[in-house]
């Protein structure tokens, strides 16, 4: 397996307000079928679908998704200054403040929020990996 994500999907209880909640932190909706909604990424695309759907796909209850698994996911950004209009962007556009930004131990500049289905954004500053110009993340920096 080459060692990349493709596509993250995300399962969602309402596709229409959940796209309004990314688009609203700017990014653009990627035309395409009904019943998925894509934004392409760097590298990669965020894909919501139905919690029902994705239950479906899998042949699992649909109440067997949900709660927090332990995943993650992060946006890095290019100054500790880029983190906290990040987190209210995403508060006024309905996700929750799981922790506000501030200084981790390990020396970077951090902040999470929910979702909202609960889905967990790390959006977050790392001092040790600069970001490409085009603002693609690889540990240690490009």
Known sequence: M???????????KDIAASA?????????REPGNEGVVAFNLLGQ???LYS???????????????????????????RTAEEVAPLLAAAEEAG?????????????GFIGYFADLDG??????????????????FRWGGY
């Open 95 to 107: 996700g929750r403040i799981l922790r506000p930004a501030g200084e981790v131990f390990w020396g």
């Open 45 to 47: 695309t965020l894909g």
């Open 20 to 28: 309004a909640f990314y688009e609203a932190l700017g990014w653009e």
């Open 119 to 136: 889905h967990v954004w790390e959006v977050a500053h790392n001092p040790f990996s600069e970001l490409s110009k085009e603002g693609a």
């Open 51 to 77: 919690r029902a759907g994705l239950a479906e796909d899998l042949g699992i209850p649909e109440e067997a998704i949900g709660g927090f698994s332990g995943i993650t996911l992060a946006h890095n950004v």
């Open 2 to 12: 080459e060692p990349r994500v493709s596509l993250i999907t995300l399962a969602v």
